[in-house]
């Protein structure tokens, strides 16, 4: 199993441009999230998602939106990109829900100019 | 605002020494989990404890939860350079749905 894949690895942006950060995982889990990392901050939540066609927002979900439309794919997309958005972006999933482990993905380095 | 606090925010011992980082957390939860973060690379589980448990033990790890004060340790026993990470403990809404991760102790083994 390739676990949980984010493509790209490294983004650069324009402000106000915007983009879909890729999130899939190959272990049939319900559970996927995103969240962004920034020093100092730990890791933030985003967006969420209990199983296919239902998504729910995290603490910080200005700005991005997500859908799930199959079980294995989670992706985030940055509507019009701000310097604020400049982050490390990480996905994650689980079976079931939050309770049980989560498994992450390597991050998207995102640099927003 | 998020759930977990970890305490301290940085950590730095000598190889052999132990290692304890502590999490407090605001509501009542289902489970605690602690994950660890090497530098640039994504975040490892490390070991769940459930609502109804005190105390667990995985290797040379050991956490304990009161849920009367909502906070939870971890103890590194033995530490080795190769545990220098930050590790952060996440915490659940009760729902099944929000795990919100605290800050993080970048713990630094010295050999």
């Known amino acids: 199993n390739a676990g949980v894949t984010q493509t790209p690895k490294f983004q650069v942006l324009k402000t106000g441009q915007s983009m879909t950060l890729q999130c899939a995982q190959d272990?049939?889990?319900?559970?996927m999230s995103w969240y962004r990392q920034d020093p100092g901050m730990g890791l933030r939540l985003i967006h969420y998602?209990?199983?296919?066609?239902?998504?729910d927002q995290g603490e910080v979900p200005n700005g991005y939106n997500v859908s799930r439309s199959t079980t294995e794919d989670f992706p985030l997309r940055l509507l019009s990109a701000a310097p604020s958005q400049t982050s490390v972006y990480f996905c994650a999933s689980s079976r079931g829900d939050s309770y049980n482990e989560q498994f992450f993905g390597p991050g998207t380095r995102l640099t927003v100019l | 605002s998020q759930q977990g606090e970890e305490d301290p925010q940085a950590l730095s011992i000598q190889e052999g020494e132990n290692a304890t980082m502590n999490c407090s957390y605001k509501?009542?939860?289902?489970?605690l989990q602690w994950y660890r973060q090497n530098s640039g690379r994504g975040l490892v589980h490390l070991i769940l404890i459930r609502s109804n448990e005190r105390e667990k033990h995985s290797g040379r790890l050991r956490v304990t939860l009161d849920t009367s004060k909502k906070s939870s340790s971890l103890l590194i026993t033995a530490s080795r350079a190769a545990d220098t990470a930050s590790y952060f403990c996440a915490t659940d809404d009760n729902q099944g749905g929000k795990l919100i991760f605290g800050q993080g102790t970048e713990l630094s083994v010295k050999p």
């Open positions: 509501t009542s939860i289902n489970n």
């Open positions: 998602s209990v199983g296919a066609g239902i998504t």
């Open positions: 272990m049939n889990h319900e559970y």
